[in-house]
């Protein structure tokens, strides 16, 4: 899988078009249809500010998780209201919002936990052969 596809699986698990990408990133209108085989730092440090979760040893490679182990314990602090357009000093006022920014800020943990879980019952299964 190139570079090119990786992002756009990254952008389509977050739900977001290209567009919302380079809005979010800050990174310029086409950047995709750009893109090597190779991200600059300029390139990675946005991405990396507004999706800290993501592997960029992956997205750049291929190899290792799509996601990092090491995500924040705060599941808020990388949720869409920290990276949406909701400008400092406003807010949201409907708790129906609230709850979906919640619950898309929660799917790359669900994801981790997934591949934890069947990880360990790979390990399980090789614990019994040995038996």
Same mark, same amino acid.
Not at 13 to 22: C, K, S, W
Not at 39 to 52: G, N, R
Not at 78 to 91: L, M
């Given at each position: 899988? !190139?570079?090119?596809?990786?992002l756009?699986?990254? *952008? &389509? &698990? #977050? #739900?977001?078009?290209?567009? =919302?990408?380079?809005i979010? &990133? @800050?990174? @310029?209108? @086409?950047?995709?249809?750009?893109v090597g085989e190779k991200?600059?730092?300029?390139?990675?440090?946005?991405? !990396?500010?507004?999706?800290?979760h993501w592997n960029i040893d992956y997205l750049q490679t291929g190899e290792g998780e799509?996601?990092?182990d090491d995500l924040p314990n705060n599941a808020l602090s990388?949720?869409? *209201? =920290? !990276? !949406? &357009?909701? =400008? =400092? $000093?406003?807010?949201i006022n409907n708790f129906n919002d609230i709850i979906s920014l919640f619950s898309e800020s929660t799917? $790359?943990?669900q994801e981790i936990i997934k591949k934890r879980d069947e990880h360990i019952?790979?390990?399980?299964?090789?614990? #019994?052969k040995s038996k």
């Open positions: 899988m !190139s570079l090119k596809n990786r756009l699986d990254f *952008i &389509t &698990t #977050e #739900e977001l078009n290209p567009n =919302q990408f380079y979010k &990133t @800050g990174l @310029g209108n @086409g950047f995709l249809d750009k991200l600059k730092k300029p390139s990675i440090d946005k991405i !990396s500010k507004i999706f800290p799509k996601y990092k990388n949720n869409k *209201i =920290q !990276s !949406s &357009t909701v =400008q =400092q $000093g406003n807010y799917k $790359g943990y019952d790979r390990l399980i299964g090789v614990i #019994e």
